[in-house]
Nanobody
Framework: QVQVVESGGGLVQPGGSLRLSCVAS????????MRWYRQAPGKQRELVAS???????NYADSVKGRFTISRDNAKNTVYLQMNDLKPEDTALYYC????????????WGQGTQVTVSS
């Protein structure tokens, strides 16, 4: 079994910063793709950023230049540094880890709330 736990969310003023963390534990027998998604009230879940096992990254257009995803493979941890936060970044942020060995393994955390408001 695999557990995925996010942390680091909170309330921040526009222009502020937050750093989210996500730790995966359990039986992980590959180096997974690690992703951050978010879901705002009344909206669909969207992919924010992803980082592959060798470190290549992708970002949603709405966060490029403001958010940075990174990982520590030794700790099975992924981070999301969020700068210059905007009210439209308010959402529940979810961590997802995925790998494929014979079959797909896909795990989600419970989410951490980010609220950007003055």
């Amino acid at each position: 079994q695999v557990q995925v736990v996010e942390s680091g969310g909170g309330l921040v003023q526009p222009g502020g910063s937050l750093r989210l963390s996500c730790v995966a534990s359990g039986t992980i027998f590959s180096i997974p793709i690690m992703r951050w998604y978010r879901q705002a009230p009344g909206k669909q879940r969207e992919l924010v950023a992803s980082i592959a096992s060798r470190g290549s990254t992708n970002y949603a257009d709405s966060v490029k230049g403001r958010f940075t995803i990174s990982r520590d493979n030794a700790k099975n941890t992924v981070y999301l540094q969020m700068n210059d936060l905007k009210p439209e970044d308010t959402a529940l942020y979810y961590c997802n880890i995925y790998w494929f060995v014979v079959r797909a393994y896909d795990y989600w955390g419970q989410g951490t709330q980010v609220t950007v408001s003055s």
